[in-house]
Nanobody, 122 residues
């Protein structure tokens, strides 16, 4: 089972990026999927998650700027990031778990992908 995230890069303040994550090795259609991030010197934090039924949860810091979506048929999850700020600079990790609760509590049963670096410059 593998999650592969891509789409990170360097963007200017107020710019946009779209992250993608491809799941393989099993179907994630009933799983919750989402994104965490870790900035230099900080703990990993939840960014956004989406449940199997489409319920979404966002960190307060990204509400109104980021949108999470998924394509169940393709085993994909996306993160559209708009109005990016310097504070959004981090490594972004894709994750999948049996429930939104499992993701928000970072359960040991969750799957994790490698990170993709997002750098926002002023």
């Amino acid at each position: 089972v593998q999650l592969q995230a891509f789409g990170g890069g360097l963007v200017q303040t107020e710019g946009s990026l779209r992250l993608s994550c491809a799941g393989s090795g099993r179907t994630f259609s009933t799983y919750a999927m989402g994104w965490f991030r870790q900035a230099p010197g900080k703990q990993r934090e939840l960014v956004a998650v989406i449940g199997g039924g489409g319920v979404t949860v966002y960190a307060d810091s990204v509400k109104g700027r980021f949108t999470i979506s998924r394509d169940k048929a393709e085993n994909m999850v996306y993160l559209q990031m708009n109005s990016l700020k310097a504070d959004d600079t981090a490594i972004y990790y894709c994750t999948a778990g049996p429930t939104i609760w499992a993701l928000t509590t970072e359960s040991e049963s969750n799957y994790w992908g490698q990170g993709t670096l997002v750098t926002v410059s002023s």
